[in-house]
C-alpha cells in the first residue's frame, strides 16, 4: 500500500529533491522552493510524497487557498492548489501520481492544478474538468478543477 505523507523541509528531503531535478522538466521542479524556504524538520511543509523503501518516488506541492483569492469555483469558497506533481520516471503508470491525487481529494475541498505538457488526460482519468473563462478573468493559464461529491458547479 502507498502511503502519503508530508515531507519534512530539511536538507535530506532537499538531497530527494535532487533526484527530481535531473528527470523532470525545469518548471516541475520544487528543488528551488524547498531550498528558498528551508527551515530544519519544519513540519507544516506544503510538500506530500510517497516513498518506495526509503526512495522518494513522488511528490506534490498542496497549498489551501482561502475564497478571497478564488477566481475560479462560484461561489467563492476555500479550495486546494495542488502543484508540481512528479513521479520519477521508472515508477510512472504504477499509481503513485493517482495515490497523491487520491490524498489531496480526501480533504474534501475543490481543487485546482495546472496541467504540465502531455499531462491533461490523466487529470481527466482523475475527474478534473477544464475552467471556463471570459476575456475579463482570463489569468493567461489553462486551470483544471476536480469537485467534491456535493459540491454543485456553477457556470462562471
Known amino acids: 500500500m502507498m502511503k502519503v505523507e508530508r515531507l519534512l523541509v530539511n536538507y535530506k528531503t532537499l538531497e530527494e529533491f535532487k533526484k527530481f531535478k535531473e528527470y523532470g522538466l525545469q ?5 528551488e522552493d524547498l531550498q528558498a524556504n528551508i527551515i ?8 506530500y510524497g510517497i516513498y518506495y523503501g526509503d526512495k522518494l518516488v513522488a511528490r506534490m506541492s498542496l497549498y489551501r487557498v482561502d475564497k478571497r483569492f478564488d477566481h475560479y469555483f462560484e461561489p467563492p469558497q476555500d479550495f486546494l492548489e495542488l502543484w508540481k506533481l512528479e513521479v520519477l520516471p521508472e515508477y510512472q503508470k504504477k499509481g503513485y501520481g493517482r495515490a497523491l491525487v487520491q490524498f489531496a481529494k480526501s ?36 486551470p483544471l478543477v476536480w469537485y467534491p461529491e456535493g459540491v454543485v458547479e456553477q457556470n462562471r
Open 40 to 47: 530544519e524538520n519544519d513540519s507544516d511543509s506544503p510538500f
Open 107 to 142: 480533504f474534501g475541498l475543490p481543487i485546482k492544478t495546472n496541467p504540465r505538457v502531455k499531462s491533461a488526460p490523466f487529470w481527466e482519468k482523475m475527474g478534473f474538468v477544464s475552467v471556463t473563462y471570459d476575456m475579463k478573468r482570463d489569468r493567461g493559464e489553462n
Open 27 to 31: 518548471e516541475l521542479s520544487m528543488f
